[in-house]
């Protein structure tokens, strides 16, 4: 049964700051993963997409992340913005099943 | 696209009342996902479909929870009869996969805020 973890649970960091969140699953035979960001009260938005055979994916100040063998991605976010805070999520698709499973989140506050 | 569209987006009900929440996907997505989200349990997958047909259920908490997809356009997920334990945000996601489109993204309505009195 795959599980995801999400470390830190919270962070809070001041403008201008580089900063890595971290998602570790239990197994690898994952069919692709993704990055979500949640703002309070509202749905999720995709942010990142990374599939099985990618090592990284990009898309502004944001980069994510992918070790299969190991178990792990990591979302990085550069120059952070007080307009990044929100909550972030990552769900890994197990292959075979297409079942995302969800991380509990990293809740991350940016200090102007 | 207009994505994907629930509702009702809050819904304030009494215990025992039955609730029915509705989704309408991304036009032309084959998979289609109900999610509850609550403090306690994060996000948790209570069902998804394909082309219309239930894969997994196991998901479902109780057999008070009933979901539906009559057409490529529709879903419904029903609580009857509720209870408190059930508050929480439900969310549908949609996705297209296929052999020629082969991203599996996943694309979230803003959710229905559910409350049982």
């Known amino acids: 049964k795959q599980e995801v973890t999400q470390i830190p649970a919270a962070l809070s960091v001041p403008e201008g700051e580089n900063l890595v969140l971290n998602c570790s699953f239990t197994?690898?035979?994952?069919?692709?993963l993704q990055w979500f960001r949640q703002d309070p009260g509202k749905g999720l938005t995709s942010l990142l997409l990374i599939q099985s055979s990618q090592r990284e994916q990009t898309s502004g100040r944001l980069n994510a992340s992918l070790d299969k063998s190991s178990g792990r991605s990591t979302l990085y976010i550069a120059a952070s913005q007080p307009g990044d805070s929100a909550t972030y999520l990552c769900?890994?698709?197990?292959?075979?099943?297409?079942?995302?499973?969800f991380g509990t989140g990293t809740r991350l506050k940016v200090l102007a | 696209d207009a994505g994907v569209i629930q509702s009702p987006r809050h819904e304030v009900t009494e215990m025992g009342q039955e609730v029915t929440l509705r989704c309408k996907p991304i036009?032309?997505?084959?998979?289609l996902f109900w999610y509850r989200q609550t403090m306690m349990r994060g996000l948790e997958l209570l069902i998804y479909?394909?082309?219309?047909?239930?894969?997994?259920d196991s998901g479902m908490p109780e057999d008070r929870f009933s979901a539906k997809m009559p057409n490529a356009s529709f879903s419904t997920l029903k609580i009857q009869p509720s209870e408190p334990r059930d508050s929480a945000v439900y969310f549908c996601?949609?996705?297209?996969?296929?052999?020629?489109?082969?991203?599996?993204?996943?694309?979230f309505g803003e959710g229905s805020r559910l409350t049982v009195l």
């Open positions: 996601a949609s996705s297209l996969e296929s052999l020629w489109v082969n991203t599996g993204e996943l694309f």
């Open positions: 479909f394909n082309n219309n047909v239930p894969i997994d």
């Open positions: 197994d690898s035979a994952i069919y692709n």
């Open positions: 769900a890994v698709c197990s292959s075979g099943t297409y079942k995302y499973i």
């Open positions: 036009s032309g997505h084959d998979y």
